[in-house]
């Protein structure tokens, strides 16, 4: 079965640095990868997904991640923190085949220091 | 274009009691999803609407939960009898056609306390 580690489950940077949260999947086949955001009280919105082509995925507010097959990852970064990213963030990975349901990670919860 | 509906928000009861979550999603998704998100934990799938039929309710405890789709439009989600551990946030998502490339969508999700 699939599954979806997430290392760390709370990173705390200062504005302005570096974001960095990984994302390790387990499948003999390579899946679609999804990040997800999650504010406080509402759902999850979609941040950058691969399914196929370009490795390095550029998504919303300044996100991107990159797909490495030889280390199964999908670690998300983003080059200059920001008070408003605080939220907690989910990887997901999707099959490719069946119901292409969706298995999430337990989540890293990432705070900005001012 | 409207987002997924749910409700109601939040949800108290004591254990034992039955509770139903209603969920509308975005107009002209085939696909419906419910999730279960415990407090530090990833969402959960509890069961995959396609249309007004079932794709996956693997994760569902039948003994005590169900979902309806009618008409393959809105769904609701009953608990019955509920115990502690359902205490949870219930997601609801949809998406166009529930292919592996497709983005969910999410609601804001459902609230439940246990007592």
């Known amino acids: 079965a699939q599954s979806v580690t997430q290392l760390g489950s709370h990173v705390s940077v200062s504005e302005g640095a570096l974001v960095l949260l990984r994302c390790n999947y387990s499948s003999s086949v390579p899946p679609y990868l999804f990040w997800y955001v999650q504010y406080p009280n509402q759902g999850l919105q979609l941040l950058l997904k691969y399914t196929t082509g370009a490795t390095l995925v550029k998504g919303i507010n300044g996100f991107e991640a990159e797909f490495k097959k030889s280390e199964t990852s999908f670690h998300l970064t983003k080059p200059s923190a920001h008070m408003s990213d605080a939220a907690e963030y989910f990887c997901a990975v999707s099959e490719v085949s069946g119901t292409y349901k969706y298995i999430f990670g337990t989540g890293t919860r990432l705070k900005v220091l001012a | 274009e409207a987002g997924v509906a749910q409700s109601p928000r939040y949800k108290i009861i004591e254990k034992r009691q039955s509770v139903a979550f209603w969920c509308n999603p975005i107009s002209g998704h085939a696909t419906l999803y419910w999730y279960q998100q415990i407090l530090g934990q990833g969402p959960k799938l509890l069961i995959q609407f396609q249309n007004n039929g079932v794709v996956d309710d693997s994760q569902l405890p039948k003994d005590r939960f169900s979902a309806e789709r009618l008409k393959g439009v809105d769904s609701t989600l009953k608990i019955q009898p509920a115990k502690l551990e359902d205490s949870a946030v219930y997601l609801c998502?949809?998406?166009?056609?529930?292919?592996?490339?497709?983005?969910?969508?999410f609601g804001p999700g459902t609230r439940l306390t246990v007592l």
């Open positions: 998502a949809s998406s166009l056609l529930g292919q592996a490339n497709n983005e969910q969508f």
